[in-house]
């Protein structure tokens, strides 16, 4: 068991042979961990054709270079991933066992992408999952940005690492959200968009803005309805989309907007916009703290 | 009627909470706030068939006040729960 990782304080085992495949996947490195016990979740890359999907399809995302659909049954989750009309990748997920089957195209990126999913899967029951947004670290608490693709978050936490020198970067894309007695941590994580940010570190939410762009740098405290539809958009759809799964996201949604405040920031890319976020949501006490 | 099974009410900081459907999916651009008779009705109603009457019955039966105000509120709830497709008549 080499290819062993702890990822947001799960043990992660991916299984696989091949050794050029797991060289692919540079983010991965830091997070290794040498031999444990059993794993939390155990992900077995296949040598083979991907393999017929079936259940029931409860969503599907479209992308430039792919369409993934997402199933369930009883027991199970499945992934498929196709490219011009063809099935490329497959993706098995026993609910019971947490133990996840890939077969197909294993390129770097939809390799990524199907461990990403897989590690989403098997980790939500545990309070965890990942949040679409680019993350700062500053005085011991993680600010997550959020916002649409193309929207200027990782420009905006650049911004703000440039303005204030002891501000770091801990993810650029995906930072996991897990709950911890009680609190809400944020977690480095393997997947980090094109910045390569790969921290196996964990802070403290400390708050959240979602990201607008405009003609002027305006930012204000969401009420708890608009804090929900601020926050939904960048939780997986993979997981709240199904409603088996719904739920254990709404608790994790839940505790983020009990614990710490949620903005919507208007800005341009600009420092002075860098300035107002980060005073604005270092300076808010946080709501809860046990 | 009924209450789909696909609807589940969701608690969020306290409060209760429906993410409305659209085409078989969530639809994360519109969400329902319950209040206290709302989560109250939905909890009595979930997983039976009911007429308007009968949960007026039910209503009147565990809250007090003008009984027609009591009604024409009802009404809109149960109306408004049908334009959404979340009751089924």
């Known amino acids: 068991m080499e290819n062993l990782y702890n990822i947001a304080g799960h043990i992660v085992y991916i299984e696989c042979d091949n050794s050029a495949v797991m060289d692919t996947l540079d983010g991965f490195k830091v997070f290794q961990i040498p031999l444990v016990g059993e794993a939390d979740v155990h992900i077995v890359l296949e040598d083979a054709e991907p393999l017929p999907i079936s259940g029931t399809l ?30 490329r990748l497959s993706m098995q ?180 916009a860098a300035e107002l976020s980060l005073k604005t949501m270092t300076r808010t006490i946080r709501k809860w703290n046990k | 009627m009924y209450i789909r099974k696909v609807y589940k009410l969701q608690t969020i900081a306290g409060k209760s909470f429906l993410f409305l459907r659209k085409d078989g999916e969530v639809d994360m651009t519109r969400i329902l706030s319950f209040n206290k008779t709302s989560v109250w009705l939905w909890k009595q109603l979930s997983d039976i068939e009911f007429t308007e009457d009968e949960v007026f019955c039910l209503l009147k039966e565990h809250y007090e006040g003008d009984l027609s105000q009591m009604k024409q509120n009802l009404k809109w709830w149960i109306d408004s729960l049908i334009k959404e497709e979340i009751i089924v008549v």
């Open chain 1, 58 to 87: 409860y969503n599907t995302i479209v992308t430039d270079v792919a369409i993934s659909r997402f199933y369930y049954t009883e027991k199970s989750f499945y992934m498929g991933i196709w490219r011009q009309n063809e099935l």
């Open chain 1, 93 to 272: 997920f026993e609910k019971n066992s947490k133990k996840c089957h890939i077969q197909g195209e294993i390129s770097p990126v939809l390799l990524r992408f199907a461990l990403w999913v897989a590690f989403n899967l098997a980790t939500i029951d545990n309070m965890t999952v990942a949040i679409h947004a680019s993350a700062v670290i500053y005085k011991k608490q993680a600010f997550l940005f959020l916002g649409e693709s193309g929207t200027g978050k990782s420009t905006h936490t650049r911004l703000i690492c440039q303005r204030y020198p002891e501000v770091e970067l801990l993810n650029d894309d995906s930072p996991i959200i897990r709950v911890e007695n009680g609190e809400c941590m944020v977690y480095g994580s393997p997947w980090s968009g094109k910045t390569a940010c790969y921290k196996p570190m964990k802070f403290s939410l400390g708050g959240v803005a979602r990201l607008h762009q405009a003609v002027v740098n305006k930012i204000s405290l969401l009420p708890l309805h608009n804090a929900i539809g601020a926050l939904l958009p960048s939780l997986p759809p993979e997981l709240y989309l199904c409603s088996n799964l719904q739920s254990k996201v709404t608790s994790i949604l839940s505790e983020m907007i009990e614990q710490v405040s949620v903005y919507s920031l208007e800005c341009l890319p600009s420092e002075s």
